[in-house]
């Protein structure tokens, strides 16, 4: 990322979106789950079908702007697959957790009995130890992730299938699987905020390893060996920080590495001049 672009108004409007996204989807995904005067524990269910619709919701309004990721997880995959750079992964990460922090308080203040606040953080239930939810973590986040990335790659393709419903409903099949075992996080700025509220840490390191771990399973399983323009050729690209671009252009083109790369050059070389 250039100077420019980093003091540009697009890049901070990305970032506004990524901290107003997370703010919406924790509060939300929180909201859900805590019970109502004279309710009992609903369950899985309210969750589950809260985090799908507002993602589907999100990704509608943020997607265009900064790709509605409102999770380091899915952040730190597209960084492992050279998807964004370092720097706007950073500040996106760093966006993403100060919304859900202010997600959680905004709705922690809102509570009418601040003891039903303990539904908010993710916990290791007693039945389980923390390798056993680590495990769950890895699992819902994997599919999660895997999904995201199949949508972003038929849309590459100009692909007329709704992504952003598949993409909801990734998340839904996320927390139905694991909400029992480990809460099915699946985003660690969602359990960072309530953290931070409410003071309770216990296990949290679960609740970051698994997500992320699980994410760039998912992201780098799915983008070098599942995706249209898989090859060796890309891995090698990723893995030696070579530009995967030009290698992704060939293997979808069927033309010559050479080709593709004297044509980037040429067009490069075009838009300097334009430039100047």
Same mark, same amino acid.
């Given at each position: 990322m250039t100077w420019r672009e980093l003091r540009s108004r697009q890049f901070w409007r990305a970032t506004l979106a990524e901290?107003?996204?997370?703010?919406?989807?924790?509060?939300?995904?929180?909201?859900?789950?805590?019970? %109502?005067? %004279?309710? @009992?524990?609903?369950g899985p269910l309210?969750?589950?079908?809260?985090?799908?619709?507002?993602?589907? $919701?999100?990704?509608?309004?943020?997607?265009?702007?900064?790709?509605?990721?409102?999770?380091?997880?899915?952040?730190?995959? +597209?960084? $492992? @697959?050279?998807?964004? &750079?370092?720097?706007?992964?950073?500040?996106y990460i760093a966006a993403q957790c100060l919304?859900?922090?202010?997600?959680?308080?905004?709705?922690?203040?809102?509570?009418?009995? =601040? @003891?039903?606040?303990?539904?908010?953080?993710?916990?290791?239930?007693?039945?389980?130890?923390?390798?056993q939810a680590l495990g769950i973590e890895v699992l819902c986040t994997f599919q999660m992730v895997f999904t995201v990335f199949s949508v972003e790659d038929q849309r590459r393709r100009d692909c007329p299938e709704p992504g952003n419903l598949a993409i909801g409903l990734a998340h839904t099949a996320g927390v139905l699987i694991g909400a029992r075992f480990s809460g099915a996080c699946m985003n660690p700025a969602r359990a960072l905020g309530?953290?931070?509220?409410?003071?309770?840490?216990?296990?949290?390191?679960?609740?970051?390893? %698994?997500?992320? +771990?699980?994410?760039?399973?998912? %992201?780098?399983s799915h983008e070098f060996?599942?995706?249209?323009?898989?090859?060796?050729? =890309?891995?090698?690209?990723?893995?030696?920080? =070579? &530009?995967?671009?030009?290698?992704? @252009?060939?293997s979808m083109t069927g033309s010559s590495l050479s080709t593709v790369t004297q044509n980037a050059m040429r067009a490069k070389q075009a838009n300097k001049q334009d430039n100047n």
């Open positions: 901290l107003l996204g997370t703010l919406v989807l924790v509060s939300t995904v929180l909201g859900a789950s805590v019970p %109502g005067p %004279g309710e @009992t524990l609903g309210y969750p589950a079908v809260a985090v799908g619709v507002v993602i589907i $919701a999100l990704a509608h309004c943020f997607g265009e702007i900064s790709g509605a990721q409102v999770n380091p997880a899915v952040t730190l995959s +597209l960084l $492992a @697959t050279r998807r964004v &750079d370092v720097v706007r992964a950073l500040v919304g859900a922090s202010l997600g959680t308080g905004a709705l922690y203040l809102a509570l009418p009995l =601040k @003891t039903t606040a303990e539904h908010f953080v993710n916990r290791v239930p007693i039945e389980l130890n923390a390798a309530p953290a931070i509220i409410t003071g309770f840490w216990e296990n949290h390191w679960v609740y970051w390893i %698994g997500p992320v +771990l699980g994410s760039v399973l998912g %992201g780098v060996f599942f995706a249209r323009s898989a090859s060796r050729q =890309k891995l090698v690209a990723c893995l030696t920080c =070579k &530009d995967i671009e030009i290698v992704e @252009t060939a």
